[in-house]
């Protein structure tokens, strides 16, 4: 089994290249990778096992591969497969194809990593690799957009390597157990590159615009999964060190309130999506316990609504109220609709009962109000007009169904939610949040300021939250 492990997070990289050397056939290696990467992680849940890898000491590598791992890996293979199918009849260069797999083997790396240095390679990689995607189409504003990113993703992971350095100093190891004994400024700084890399709080209001502005596949990639490679770390140090959990939680409760608050209001579909999946993003840390099996419904989702979106006539909400949609896009449309707002049938349900089952009594009134937030935003889409006339890539409908089919398979996940009581509560909570939507929210015209988005705040706002972590966070947990 380590054997395998160690080949399956060599292949991604070792076939990235090997595309430029082979580029007729781009699109077949990398599929070839992301089937490589759904029996991996499928065998993780039916062997019910764990694997745990020390290489070269205590300044080597540390592998942590385990169920919650098998989804994340789940979810990072899906939703790259569905982004080469949506991409096989276009004109995708074969720099593409390696980049798009070197971004799903980084990503991947970060998933099983269990100490802080390798995981700062990871991330740095993703980082790198994703940057390229985003400023793919050599525009201008493509371009910019990257180096955004690029710079803040830099500047949060510089942030985490100094942290790194003085968990080592206190544990002699860069181990995640070492945070037991960290000194609070060694958490302060490492958390403060997590949540900027996975698009958390305020420390992630650089996602709207980066994820709205990329390309149709790029935006797919970056909310289904390469924000949940700073998200994953969070998750696992919950899981690992008791007095980590409750300021994951509270964080979890802070992200999912600010992100469905903006999404509430935004106009623009593919900014409504991307806030949507910072809202979404805390919903996983809120129960770090289920959080893997969230990512994997969030994933699978956010990519088919982001697939979608780029298929709609327009990205404003008010022309697409006097757009007729093609049915099937519509239909595809609701059916994620429904399956993010928790509607039965589809995993978002089981997903949404799991959580709230294993949140903190202090939690439930906050994440109720997050789920009927999520259920008004996608009344938007719900109820745009229908029967019009379809136009979209060759390529699309093979993705949107892989993934809307993944999103129904999940449901054996956890079936044990389909109970009177609980099917009772998330359909009150979607008929509330459609109601809302018919007598306020369609008519209410509220323009957000986005002075928090401008770049030269979002370094600001890093300082702050690394106040912030140090005095009342940590510092208040006596940790």
Not at 29 to 55: D, E, H, R
Not at 252 to 268: P, Q, S
Not at 403 to 424: D, P
Request: net charge positive; with cysteine.
């Amino acid at each position: 089994m380590s054997t395998i492990t160690i080949v399956w997070i060599a292949l991604p990289f070792f076939f990235g290249f090997l595309i430029y050397l082979l580029p007729k056939l781009d699109k077949y290696i990398a599929m070839c990778v992301c089937l490589a990467s759904v029996a991996y992680g499928l065998q993780l849940f039916f062997n019910q096992s764990s694997l745990t890898l020390k290489l070269l000491d205590n300044f080597g590598v540390i592998l942590a591969i385990d169920q919650i791992s098998g989804y994340f890996i789940l979810t990072n293979a899906l939703v790259t497969a569905a982004v080469i199918l949506y991409c096989w009849h276009s004109d995708k260069t074969a720099f593409f194809y390696a980049q798009t797999i070197i971004l799903h083997g980084s990503v991947n790396a970060a998933f099983v990593c269990a100490d802080l240095i390798s995981l700062y390679v990871a991330l740095e990689v993703s980082g790198i690799a994703a940057f390229l995607l985003i400023a793919y189409p050599r525009s201008d504003r493509s371009i910019w957009v990257g180096l955004r990113y690029l710079f803040i993703s830099n500047v949060a992971m510089l942030f985490y390597l100094v942290g790194a350095v003085l968990v080592y100093q206190a544990d002699h190891s860069f181990s995640f157990a070492g945070l037991r004994v960290a000194p609070t400024e060694a958490l302060a700084l490492i958390f403060l590159g997590l949540l900027t890399k996975g698009g958390i709080f305020v420390s992630g209001l650089w996602l709207p615009l980066t994820h709205s502005e990329s390309e149709t596949p790029v935006s797919a990639m970056l909310s289904g999964v390469v924000v949940k490679a700073g998200v994953y770390p969070l998750v696992r140090c919950a899981l690992m060190v008791d007095e980590i959990d409750p300021m994951v939680r509270t964080l979890g409760v802070c992200t999912a309130l600010l992100g469905v608050f903006y999404a509430v209001f935004e106009k623009d579909t593919k900014r409504m999506l991307a806030f949507h999946t910072v809202s979404q993003l805390g919903f996983i840390l809120a129960a770090p316990k289920v959080g893997g099996f969230y990512a994997l419904t969030h994933g699978l989702v956010k990519a088919v609504l982001f697939l979608i979106a780029g298929a709609l006539p327009s990205r404003n909400f008010k022309e697409l109220q006097h757009q007729a949609i093609a049915t099937p896009v519509w239909i595809a449309l609701v059916m994620a609709s429904f399956s993010i707002s928790g509607f039965p049938l589809l995993s978002g349900f089981g997903a949404k009962v799991l959580t709230t089952k294993n949140l903190l009594p202090w939690q439930a009134i906050a994440m109720n109000v997050a789920a009927l937030g999520t259920a008004i935003s996608f009344a938007k889409f719900i109820f745009l007009p229908r029967g019009g006339n379809a136009n979209v890539k060759p390529g699309f409908w093979g993705a949107v169904i892989l993934l809307i089919g993944g999103l129904v398979v999940a449901n054996i996940v956890y079936y044990e939610a389909y109970t009177y009581e609980n099917i009772i509560k998330p359909l009150a909570t979607i008929g509330i949040g459609w109601l809302a939507y018919w007598l306020i929210f369609k008519r209410l015209a509220l323009k957000l300021p986005r002075v928090l988005e401008q770049f030269d705040h979002l370094i600001g706002v890093m300082s702050l939250i690394l106040i912030l972590l140090f005095w009342k966070g940590f510092a208040w947990l006596g940790i």
